[in-house]
């Protein structure tokens, strides 16, 4: 044995021995090092291997000490964090655990029986509990669980009384009968009733009773129930007097409740569960249930078991009517079986000849004989992984604990390692969610979160990737099934994260703290340190804009949208939101009018000045009936048009005073016909484009943005969509206000003398140098230098995609890879690197678009020719090819999607 498994084997004798009284002192390097006759630190360096390997736990005492985490999970059942500060914190954890192990040592207790479960814990904590009705198919563990509820009870020390168990199918069809065992009888209250007689409920006075089939009752045996249920009390039968019991009740039903029950009875029952059939059941927790019932069937047999991978996969896919309890008779079947056929003294090998026939039959009949499987046999220990729904979020934080200490790292070191984990998080939120049921719905926290993020982006004015209410919706929803076992050191760690976080946003940290207050409010959570982390590592991960302008800018126009119209518009095309807006029906009154630009100031009212353009004069003595206190002046332009409106907020930007912006607008905007496209607004622009919409090309904006360091303001990076380049009329108005520098973007719309650049060519790295002609004189001489290697760095094809989609990267390019490997092989094409680049990019949007259900819908099938795409060999390939993305992130592509993957194939190849 080599010295770190004698090492290891110390640790394991000593957690072993000392397991049971916690007062003891757990072994030490020291200690390790003098029973070995070796070095301290050789012992020390093994150790923190060990530990590493998650195979020891670490207790930062003085000296430090560890345990076998193997034996302790053995011993407690309970699953353990990798480091303590103190004895005391694990003394206190496992303290509290062991408080809820009934519950907590089920398999699913935080996954698929997650709301049961606390719904349990509900009616155990209500002041002498709440009756319980257990509902779901036969051998789900109504029993089961109600056992394990009654051991909760008593381990809280609600009460100390017995479990009593009654099955009413016996007695369903004499009610007189039943009534008598129930509630007992008095002396002659029939013949043969030779003296008084206690029932069940006065055997189970201070405990719990469960009735079983309790929809065998008649209406009648229901009724006999209401006075306990009205007042905790009981009258036996041939009394006229009654008492009290303090009784928890449980009742259980395999049936329909609207069929089956009195409605009466029903609404005494406040705590109605349903318990999910193994159907719905996750397949951890169907791998975990049968590796148990082989450890029981271990024990009874007192021998090894060793399980045949196959045997495993061939119980897992039956479809189990009897739930459960069927599940359970198979394994004692598989195992009787196996004895039948092998040596009594030796380990019991269990392969699929040992199975039940109907299991082997209903695999072949539906199709799924996994002849393909490993081969291997499973040890049946108690090192096989207990099923336990993974904490996300805490998991992230205590990972970034563990590896990541700011006062020893390079704060950009740390950064980085801080924004992988909370991508990687992020990431498994949306697309890989626990199966945790009973909090609050994501639907509605999904409806929470829209309100208060448009509430606090119009009142501070931020902007940012769409995502993150996608994003926040599921942390919200995932949070509130975690537990936080909190040490010092966790705390002392998520203080100086936030507030290294606080120092480096500043501009966003009222934002944040009014969010998440506001979140609180309506959710009773969302307040917490974690998830002030949580929200400032999204918005540094996903680009963020504060609008600074000291001046404000609304247009009032009469008509149903041309206020908005004009808004909108001039908003595009600078770039940027200036312009607010108040769209006026005509038959409203000037006196409304001013009430609603009262309510906007009073919304608005961080600004230094409020430029109010109208769209004729009447509106001018509007300032007449604005309330409440102005601190600031305001200042109103008529006759609004598009090209005022750009004049204005041009001015604004260039964050002029309130009267030269006014002034120069008069001055530069006339009535002359001629004076159409003014030369002063003629700027040098670069368009960014995306064939399926203007989502993209805004992204791809946001990242050029992070190229270019500006000199002056003549240069203008803004994204239109595909459609209107690709319209003539628009393009000539374009290139009258504007000089068209280049176009960027996922599809080319083909502008004459404009240079087109793909997207695909700058995360390559061909035409940089073309580009970086053309853009040059707008770089300061040190910019220029290093263009070539920004662009490189800005554009990689893994910053490209983390920023135009919440997927993560790394996955959805080794999928869209399997399923372009697959088209070349039907094709017999190969796809040269740009092409597959302008896939990546296209393809993970798509899929984005699709999980968040909003499919582009609309596609042209039909040529001039009259042919219809759906019919053409390239796209039924691509259908077929694009199943393997269907596959992995559960989505429907719709035959229009498929349609512009097949228009940018064709582009590529024309």
């Known amino acids: ?125 209500y002041p002498d509990g709440l009756p319980v009705l257990l509902t779901g198919p036969t051998g789900v563990g109504k ?38 065992i129930l509630f007992g009888y008095k002396k002659g209250s029939f013949t043969g009733a030779n003296s008084d007689h206690q029932g069940l409920f006065d055997k189970a006075n201070g405990g719990m009773i469960l009735l079983d089939e309790v929809h065998r009752l008649t209406s009648k045996g229901q009724e006999k129930l209401f006075e306990f249920l009205d007042h905790k009390q009981i009258t036996p039968l041939g009394s006229t007097n009654g008492h009290s019991v303090n009784v928890r009740l449980v009742c259980a039903t395999t049936e329909n409740l609207n069929s089956n029950f009195l409605m009466t009875f029903l609404r005494r029952i406040p705590i109605q569960i349903k318990i999910p059939s193994l159907r719905d059941r996750t397949k951890q927790e169907k791998e975990q249930l049968i590796m148990n019932f082989f450890k029981l069937q271990q024990s009874r047999i007192e021998r090894k078991i060793f399980v045949n991978n196959r045997v495993m996969n061939y119980l897992l896919l039956q479809d189990y009517v009897n739930n459960v309890g069927q599940l359970k008779n198979n ?77 020893e790292l390079e704060k950009n070191d740390f950064d980085e390692s801080v924004q992988s984990q909370f991508s990687i998080l992020s990431h498994s939120l949306v697309f890989n969610p626990t199966l945790k049921k009973g909090g609050i719905p994501l639907d509605y926290i999904a409806e929470v979160v829209d309100n208060t993020l448009q509430d606090n982006k119009n009142k501070f004015e931020i902007e940012f990737v769409n995502n993150l209410n996608v994003v926040l919706s599921n942390y919200l929803c995932e949070v509130q099934y975690e537990k936080k076992a ?40 969302g307040d917490s340190e974690e998830d002030h982390i949580f929200v400032y590592v999204y918005l540094e991960n996903n680009l963020y804009r504060i609008s600074n302008q000291p001046i404000k800018a609304i247009i009032l126009a009469h008509g149903y949208s041309v206020a908005s119209s004009i808004a909108e518009t001039v908003n595009e095309m600078i770039g940027q939101h200036i312009f607010d807006y108040l769209n006026m029906p005509l038959n409203i009154g000037i006196k409304e009018i001013g ?29 007449k009936y604005i309330n409440g206190p102005v601190d600031f002046p305001i200042g109103i332009i008529n006759n609004v048009s598009t090209q005022l409106a750009l004049e204005v907020g041009e001015g604004i930007l260039r964050n002029e005073s309130l009267n030269m912006i006014a002034e120069n607008a008069i001055n530069k905007i006339g009535i002359d016909k001629n004076i159409i496209y003014p030369k002063e607004i003629k700027k040098n622009l670069i368009i960014t484009c995306c064939l399926t919409g203007v989502g993209t090309a805004n992204k791809i904006k946001k990242l050029l943005a992070k190229v270019f360091k500006l000199q002056n303001n003549n240069f203008i990076i803004n994204s239109f969509q595909f459609e209107r380049l ?21 599809a080319n719309p083909k502008i004459s003398s404009v240079p087109y650049f793909a997207l695909e060519d700058l995360i390559s790295g061909n035409k940089i140098s073309e580009f970086e002609k053309i853009v040059a004189e707008f770089e300061s001489e040190k910019s220029n230098e290093n263009l070539n290697s920004r662009i490189l760095k800005i554009f990689s094809l893994d910053r490209v995609l983390n920023s135009v989609t919440i997927l993560d990267a790394r996955k959805v390019i080794e999928v869209i890879d399997i399923a372009l490997k697959k088209f070349e092989k039907i094709t017999q094409k190969n796809l040269s690197n740009q092409v597959k680049m302008a896939l990546y990019v296209h393809i993970s949007c798509l899929v984005e678009r699709l999980i968040r259900k909003n499919p582009i819908m609309d596609y042209n099938f039909v040529d001039r020719k009259g042919q219809d795409a759906r019919d053409t060999k390239m796209f039924i390939t691509l259908k077929r090819t694009l199943s393997v993305i269907e596959n992995q992130y559960s989505v429907k592509i719709p035959d229009s999607e498929i349609g512009f993957v097949s228009d940018i194939l064709n582009e590529k190849y024309s």
Not at 156 to 177: H, M, R, T
């Open 143 to 180: 029993t089961f669980l109600a056992q394990k509820f009654y051991s909760y009870c008593v381990i809280k020390k609600y009460f100390s009384g017995e479990f009593v168990q009654l099955n009413c199918a016996e007695y369903a069809d004499n009610p007189e009968l039943l009534t008598s």
């Open 595 to 623: 009430e609603s630009l009262s309510e906007y100031i009073q919304q608005k009212r961080s600004f230094d000045g409020l430029l109010t353009l109208v769209d004729m004069g009447s509106l001018e003595g509007v300032s």
């Open 1 to 125: 044995m080599d010295l770190k498994s004698k090492i290891l084997d110390l640790v394991r004798c000593d957690t072993k021995e000392k397991i049971n009284g916690l007062d003891k002192s757990f072994i030490s390097a020291s200690d390790i090092a003098i029973c070995l006759g070796v070095k301290r630190n050789t012992v020390s360096h093994y150790l923190n291997q060990l530990f590493a390997e998650n195979i020891l736990i670490k207790i930062n005492t003085r000296p430090v000490v560890f345990l076998h985490h193997n034996e302790l999970k053995k011993r407690y059942q309970l699953k353990f964090s990798s480091e303590y500060d103190s004895i005391s914190d694990f003394k206190s954890f496992i303290a509290k655990d062991s408080l809820d192990k009934p519950f907590s040592a089920i398999v699913g207790a935080d996954s698929s029986l997650f709301g049961p479960i606390k719904q349990l814990k509900v009616a155990a904590r």
């Open 331 to 407: 394994v004692v079947l598989t195992v009787a079986n196996a004895l039948a056929s092998q040596n009594e003294k030796s380990d019991l090998k269990v392969d699929i000849s040992n199975l039940p026939p109907e299991i082997l039959s209903w695999s072949k009949n539906h199709n799924k004989a996994l002849v393909n499987d490993n081969d291997q046999f499973i040890e049946v220990n108690n090192n096989f992984e207990r099923t336990k729904g993974k904490d996300l979020i805490y998991d992230t934080f205590i990972n970034l604990n563990k590896v990541c200490h700011l006062k």
């Open 726 to 746: 690709n319209d003539v009329g628009e393009v000539k108005v374009l290139q009258k206000t504007f000089n068209l520098l280049a176009v960027i973007g996922t």
């Open 486 to 525: 909190a040490t010092e050191k966790y705390n002392l760690f998520l203080n100086e994260m936030l507030t290294h976080l606080e120092e480096k946003n500043l501009e966003i940290r009222s934002f944040v703290d009014s969010l998440l207050s506001d979140i609180k409010h309506i959710l009773g959570y």
